[in-house]
């Protein structure tokens, strides 16, 4: 059974950085892609970013540029790079583990608790 485990959330003021994790337990051979949603308050939960089996990303238009995610698979996480950080990109961030058909992603049922990030004006 795998479980995820989001860290690395906080406050940070607008033009900040910062590195959230996601740790999983169980190995990360039997995982294909894996990404990094958001929810902010009142909406909907949104797809940011991607990483395939084979570590190509992807990114949606409003963090490309901004944020970069990798996974570790030695140490079995996923990690988000936030920078320039902005007051709309406060939300809570969650990890998923899915599968890439062609250039979408496709989540399974498999959420964390989620990290809450909160960016000041």
């Known amino acids: 059974q795998v479980e995820l485990v989001e860290s690395g959330g906080g406050l940070v003021q607008a033009g900040g950085s910062l590195r959230l994790s996601c740790t999983i337990s169980g190995s990360m051979s039997s995982i294909d892609a894996m990404a990094w949603y958001r929810q902010a308050p009142g909406e909907q939960r949104e797809l940011i970013a991607t990483i395939s089996g084979s570590g190509v990303t992807d990114y949606k238009h409003f963090v490309k540029g901004r944020f970069i995610i990798s996974r570790h698979n030695a140490n079995n996480t996923l990690s988000l790079r936030m920078n320039s950080l902005r007051p709309d990109d406060t939300a809570v961030y969650y990890c998923?583990?899915?599968?890439?058909?062609?250039?979408?992603?496709?989540?399974?049922?498999?959420w964390g608790k989620g990290t809450l990030v909160t960016v000041s004006s």
């Open positions: 998923n583990t899915g599968r890439m058909v062609g250039v979408y992603y496709y989540p399974t049922n498999r």
